[in-house]
């Protein structure tokens, strides 16, 4: 069966630090993969999405960046961490289009 | 572009009690539809989901949704609320063209009164 794996679980960093956020699947291959932010109120919002090995479209201009080294792995990072930054991170991956998404336990990150 | 909105930031019923969550989406064309269920600190789970056919569809833990076309709305029901059910629940609209991209609903919180 299929698992998505999403750490660090929780994250402090400071102002100005450097990021890394990692998210492996498992169990299938060629996956479409998502980063999302949830931040309290607002619902998610759609960071990042991969439909292939390099290939990393983003939604909204931010201070960060996603990249997609092997063709189960999914990395978001920062080279220098805002206040706003600070939020929960959840990565996700689907089959295909018409699939729903499956969501990793995400990552609580603070900045402070 | 699509859209979602649910309507309610926080409803709260008593345990036993039956519930609907209200979604309304925006589209031109039928789109796919979800529903999805976080609890505290965790990732979000696929309760049901609408993509074509019957307008009624069944979930896990007891969960049904009805698609209505007239009203672009995809609301969320249960007969009996157990405790458990506490959580926050999340409407998601996307459509073909969207590569799997889905559209979430800002969520709406339930509590379970004892």
């Known amino acids: 069966s299929q698992t998505i794996h999403q750490w660090p679980a929780t994250l402090v960093q400071p102002v100005g630090s450097p990021l890394s956020l990692e998210c492996t699947v498992e169990g299938t291959s060629n996956p479409n993969l998502y980063w999302y932010r949830q931040a309290a109120g607002r619902g998610l919002q759609l960071l990042f999405y991969s439909v292939g090995i390099g290939q990393i479209s983003s939604e909204v201009p931010q201070n960060l960046s996603a990249s997609r080294p092997q063709d189960r792995q999914f990395i978001l990072s920062s080279k220098k961490l805002l206040l706003s930054d600070s939020g929960f991170y959840l990565c996700a991956w689907s089959v295909s289009y018409n699939s729903p998404l499956h969501f990793g336990n995400g990552t609580r990150l603070t900045v402070t | 572009a699509q859209s979602v909105t649910q309507p309610d930031i926080h409803i709260t019923v008593s345990e036993g009690a039956s519930l609907e969550l209200r979604c309304n989406y925006s589209?031109?064309?039928?789109?796919?539809l979800f529903w999805y269920v976080q609890s505290p600190g965790q990732g979000l789970q696929l309760l049901l989901k609408y993509f074509s056919g019957d307008t009624l569809v069944q979930g896990i833990k007891g969960f049904e949704a009805e698609f209505k076309r007239s009203q672009s709305s995809f609301n969320l029901r249960k007969p009996s609320v157990h405790w458990s059910d506490a959580a926050e629940y999340f409407c998601?609209?996307?459509?073909?063209?969207?590569?799997?991209?889905?559209?979430f609903g800002k969520g709406t919180k339930l509590s379970v009164k004892p």
């Open positions: 998601a609209v996307g459509a073909p063209e969207s590569q799997g991209n889905l559209i």
């Open positions: 589209y031109g064309a039928t789109p796919y």
